[in-house]
Nanobody, 117 residues
């Protein structure tokens, strides 16, 4: 049973942009609408870290390392969460995941982002 499906990753040169998408097909709309959704990433050999969150009220938080470069958004009617990533750096290379913050669902497969210098 797939709860979260991430897409949009790829290989990009430093300074480039990517837009990641996350679909939550098994969440009912009301549950999605009340959830704090977040984007996480895990680089090789490192722990998974939270990089961006958005509440149902559209309040956002960002890790310091991505502030000013990444933007999280959501489309409640489609149960989608997005991460616009600009000015990408090699240190942004990781597998990116989305999930509900604090009440995590089974993790999806993630989407690989590779930033070449």
């Amino acid at each position: 049973q797939v709860y979260l499906v991430e897409s949009g990753g790829g290989l990009v040169q430093a300074g480039g942009s990517l837009r990641l998408s996350c679909k939550a097909p098994r969440m009912i709309t009301s549950t999605f609408n009340s959830a704090i959704m977040g984007w996480y990433r895990q680089a090789p050999g490192k722990q998974r870290e939270l990089v961006a969150t958005m509440t149902h009220g559209r309040d956002t938080t960002y890790a310091e390392s991505v502030k000013g470069r990444f933007a999280i958004s959501r489309d409640s009617s489609r149960k989608m969460t997005y991460l616009q990533m600009n000015d990408l750096k090699p240190e942004d290379t990781a597998v990116y995941y989305c999930n509900r913050v604090n009440q995590e669902l089974p993790w999806g497969q993630g989407t690989q982002v590779t930033v070449a210098s």
